[in-house]
């Protein structure tokens, strides 16, 4: 399975951006799609997840962003907004199918204070 993240870029606090993942060459249904960040010196941590329209947040971005999935593309968004420079970090999607998580190259967004 491939993942194509994209929509990351420079954004001034309080603003927005919308992430996009396409997943591709998947050969079973992909269960649960998601986002994670690793900010800059930081571990990698998890933002979003959605599975069958459940979707769960990180407290940190609760409320500013949200996942969404388009089954028919094969594809997951991350809209965010209220951006704030903790936000600034490389956004990784990721993508189950059966027990297998996949991860897309990563998108890095940086947000000026």
């Known amino acids: 399975v491939q993942l194509q993240a994209s929509g990351g870029g420079l954004v001034q606090t309080g603003g927005s951006l919308r992430l996009s993942c396409a997943t591709s060459?998947?050969?079973?249904?992909?269960?649960?799609m998601g986002w994670h960040r690793q900010p800059p010196g930081k571990q990698r941590e998890l933002v979003a997840t959605?599975?069958?329209?459940?979707?769960n947040y990180a407290d940190s971005v609760r409320g500013r962003f949200t996942i969404s999935r388009d089954n028919a593309k094969n594809t997951v968004y991350l809209q965010t907004s209220s951006l704030k420079p903790e936000d600034t970090a490389v956004y990784y999607c990721?993508?189950?199918?059966?027990?297998?998580?996949?991860w897309g190259q990563g998108t890095l967004v940086t947000v000026s204070s």
């Open positions: 990721t993508a189950l199918e059966l027990t297998h998580v996949y």
């Open positions: 060459g998947s050969k079973f249904r992909i269960t649960a």
């Open positions: 959605i599975a069958d329209g459940t979707t």
